[in-house]
């Protein structure tokens, strides 16, 4: 399994929109779909969103209506748009694809 990367994390503002992307060779293609969770300084990892092979889209109630799940399938890549982040957004970003966690991208949303 190739461990995906996650560039697209960084400071920003609060109300400031970022978008993160999750990249792999053959990701899109996967059965098993990508999610993408977050973990806050000391508190545990939460699910943040998927998308699955269908693309079929869920979300978190604290990111509904905030974010968006997409995939490009040409460049073998799924996207999280964040629009008005809030500073509770902060955190690091990671996607989760068959298993195999990326390795995470902070995101820091200043009040």
């Known amino acids: 399994q190739v461990q995906p990367v996650e560039p697209g994390g960084g400071l920003v503002q609060a109300g400031s929109s970022l978008r993160l992307s999750c990249t792999a060779p053959?990701?899109?293609?996967?059965?098993?779909?990508v999610a993408w969770f977050r973990q806050a300084s000391g508190k545990q990892r939460e699910w943040v969103s998927f998308?699955?092979?269908?693309?079929?889209?869920v979300y978190a109630d604290s990111v509904r209506d905030r974010f968006t799940i997409s995939k490009d399938k040409a460049k073998d890549t799924v996207y999280l748009q964040m629009n008005n982040l809030k500073p509770e957004d902060t955190g690091i970003y990671s996607c989760?694809?068959?298993?195999?966690w990326g390795q995470g991208t902070q995101v820091t949303v200043s009040s």
């Open positions: 989760y694809v068959c298993n195999v």
């Open positions: 053959g990701l899109t293609s996967k059965v098993c779909g």
């Open positions: 998308i699955g092979s269908d693309d079929r889209t």
